[in-house]
């Protein structure tokens, strides 16, 4: 009996870690391992939703519940949901038919910190001794007999299943040199520790003691009216805290912070028990456009840590407009059918506010607790038809793999559009709120998605636009954003890739006159400049720039771009400007495409403010310029600076030389290319240009339904 009493002691200790573990797996995920009910739903307004989630929901209101109608704020703002145990949202068929309806998103718990919050379930009740309560209560009773110890085991004791466990949440980052811990004590208090990663748990767990034992000892102490009936306080025992890994063993006290705490892990405060949250998902920002018009994309800007946008879970609502046809929306808010980030609303929206709720998620199935944010304003009625429309029945789809749909496009920004000048000089024509940047952020995000482009190459791309509206809206259609600002100025340039068809290599951006001075490569076209004063000046002054960016194809790895995207000095007369320019340009793409990455293909794009009939075009077209060419003495003889210039690449303008790229009331012209590497790549189609008709409605560009003064470039492309 002697040998075979240990023997029976290992075999039940591990029964015993088998049953915790099933029972953590139950908390972790409730899909798994435990019948699932599903809240009835309705179908509402041609899609479905939740019964009962017209109202606000409330701390202790059950799943979180739409918020109700707010008055109108000045901006959308992002808001925790209400506390609420659940699990994520699922999909049920509601209807019998093939429609899918959602069910009410629940809300993981909340823990008056503003931390996430996985999905939980609820505890069986106390005292059960069916299912795993009973096989708990055997287990344990067997194992204490043979240990001879009344000793619980880690989860709990006393026979009794465990109880739900709160939670603790864990940031903690490789970068930064302390981690975060956060829950809540029994007593109800928040605690939000700051410890070092490389302090020794101990030390921690010491400190949560301590803590413990000061809440404990303020819920403990007596009411006045007790206190005056003499009865004694008793101090505070310090409770047990302990930490045990997911496997059920406890952690060494000596192990570092860092390591310490791991996602799955229990930390014993007394009787309580908290589940160990390292990393959740979390949204640090969730925004709404300011301006939403019926029948274009309403992209919103997420931001999250240890989550991704993709695995977010997104659901749209719309105010419900009130009985009777008034104007005046109604205090409830209706879920539509759309669950994907992108949401267009229709005209039967117009006049109505709209509201998000995202729930964090990661690649992992783990979810944080969900934010919500209504739109500052209604949506609007759209303009009608643009310019744009008829171009977008020719890219309804992506291309294949073996093809590259091109953009190249001058969007006009908003720091030259929202001036003065601009309004009564350049585009009196144009009305006034359609040079507004939120009204043309509308057009351009439904433009740009409708392409369905590979590659985007931008010019005049203002910084905010792209953190704040461009970028978060392309993201959603698949593409990849990279930003080069002018020196000195507040706009630059903005090339968008396709995640699923390129990877980024490397960037080699450069600023023109900061590379010509000091890159060697462009000593002897500087020594050149450096005998006309005047003009080197003037080059230096320049806050021009040029972006480069080297992809590999995500199925060919032996295919790989170099795609250049510029945007050249602007003035009628700096014909020679742009010829330094676009010398140092082919020097430092000849630098890239022939020395770093040999032999591989070239797509250069652009505003290059240049005439087919210019230096620029033919330097780039034929591969040199001589020195009589007439665009050297473009400012007159006193800034000749006459030099021969040449590069290696046969270039092809893709589509071809149209009539004009920019049409504004005083001028209209051919300014902007995409050049394509001849002996690498062939031009599939070319997207036809509006018509004049189309151009000219509201006389000129930009306008009401065109929102830049200048075209959309688009071929597909294809490798030889």
């Known amino acids: 009996m002697r040998e075979t009493r240990p023997r029976l002691e290992h075999l039940l200790a591990r029964k015993l870690r088998r049953a915790e573990g099933i029972s953590l ?3 972790q995920n409730p899909l798994v391992l435990r019948p699932t009910r599903l809240t009835p739903c309705r179908r509402v307004n041609g899609g479905a939703r939740a019964a009962g989630t017209g109202a606000r929901a409330r701390p202790g209101a059950g799943h979180g519940a739409p918020a109700g109608g707010a008055a109108s704020r000045p901006a959308a703002r992002a808001r925790p949901l209400p506390a609420s145990r659940a699990a994520p949202p699922l ?29 939980a379930v609820p505890a069986a009740p106390r005292g059960s001794r069916s299912g795993a309560g009973s096989m708990w209560h055997r287990l344990r009773s067997a194992l204490r007999s043979l240990r001879g110890s009344p000793a619980a085991a880690p989860h709990g004791g006393g026979g009794r299943p465990p109880a739900a466990m709160e939670r603790a949440v864990v940031r903690c980052v490789p970068s930064e040199p302390k981690l975060s811990l956060r829950f809540v004590l029994p007593d109800g208090s928040a605690r939000h520790m700051q410890r070092d990663q490389e302090e020794p748990l101990g030390r921690a767990l010491a400190r949560i003691a301590n803590n413990a034992a000061k809440g404990q000892g303020k819920a403990g102490k007596k009411s006045k009216k007790a206190k005056a009936e003499g009865g004694a306080e008793g ?7 302990r930490l045990f890994s997911r496997d059920g063993a406890a952690v060494a006290e000596e192990v570092p912070n860092a390591t310490a705490w791991q996602d799955g892990a229990v930390l014993h405060i007394g009787d309580a028990r908290y589940r160990v949250e390292r990393n959740p998902p979390a949204l640090t920002e969730l925004r709404l456009p300011r301006s939403l018009l019926a029948g274009f994309p309403v992209c919103p800007k997420v931001s999250t840590e240890f989550a991704a946008p993709q695995h977010c879970l997104f659901r749209w609502f719309h105010e419900q407009r009130p009985a009777g046809g008034g104007e005046a929306a109604g205090e409830a808010w209706v ?3 759309a669950a ?32 919500e944010v209504e739109s500052s304003g209604p949506v609007e009625a759209g303009p009608g038809a643009c310019t744009f429309d008829a171009r977008h029945l020719y890219t309804k789809k992506v291309c294949g793999h073996g093809s590259v749909r091109a953009v190249s496009y001058n969007i006009l920004a908003d720091t030259y559009a929202q001036t003065e000048f601009s309004r009564t000089v350049l585009y009196p024509y144009c009305a006034p709120y359609a040079l507004e ?7 351009l995000k439904k433009e740009l998605a409708g392409y369905s482009a590979d590659l985007i190459c931008l010019q005049e791309v203002d910084k905010s636009v792209f953190v704040d509206s461009l970028a978060p809206a392309l993201d959603a259609f698949g593409l990849e954003g990279l930003f080069k600002i002018k020196e000195k100025q507040h706009e630059g340039l903005a090339t968008f890739y396709r995640r699923d068809k390129f990877s980024l290599l490397s960037q080699h951006d450069i600023a023109f006159s900061e590379a010509l001075l000091s890159e060697p490569l462009h000593k002897e076209l500087c020594e050149q400049l450096a005998k006309n004063p005047l003009v080197q000046e003037k080059v230096l002054q320049r806050s021009s720039v040029l972006q480069v960016s080297v992809l590999q194809s995500t199925t060919d790895p032996s295919r790989k771009l170099c795609v ?20 140092v340009a082919m020097s430092h793409i000849q630098h890239v495409a022939c020395d770093l990455y040999p032999r591989i293909p070239v797509i250069f794009c652009g505003d290059f403010n240049s005439t087919p009939s210019s230096g620029a075009y033919s330097f780039i077209s034929s591969g040199g310029i001589a020195e009589d060419h007439e665009d ?8 000749r600076c006459s030099m021969s210039l040449s590069h290696p690449f046969k270039l092809l303008s893709a589509c071809g030389e149209p009539a004009y790229t920019n049409y504004v009331g005083g001028f209209h012209g051919c300014l902007d290319y995409i050049f394509i590497d001849r002996n690498a790549l062939e031009v599939e189609q070319v997207i036809p240009l509006p018509s004049h008709e189309e151009i000219t409605t509201h006389q000129a560009l930009p306008s009401v339904s065109h929102p830049s003064d200048h075209i959309a470039l688009i071929c597909d492309l294809k490798w030889k």
């Open 235 to 241: 101090e505070a025992a310090v409770p047990a805290v």
């Open 437 to 443: 940047i939120d009204y043309r952020q509308n057009l």
């Open 564 to 583: 250049a995207n510029t945007h050249l000095y602007w003035h009628p007369k700096g014909g020679n400007i742009r010829l330094i320019q676009i010398a």
């Open 25 to 27: 797996l139950r908390e």
């Open 632 to 639: 050297w003495v473009s400012n007159g003889e006193e800034e």
């Open 91 to 119: 999909a049920a068929r509601a209807d019998g038919g093939g429609s899918a309806a959602r069910c009410p998103a629940p809300v993981a718990r909340g823990d008056g910190s503003g931390s996430p919050a996985p999905p």
């Open 335 to 337: 879920e539509t059918a």
């Open 340 to 371: 994907e980030r992108v949401f267009t609303p229709s005209n039967a929206l117009v006049g109505l506010r709209l509201k998000l709720r995202c729930t964090p998620g990661d690649g992992e199935q783990r979810y944080g607790p969900a934010l």
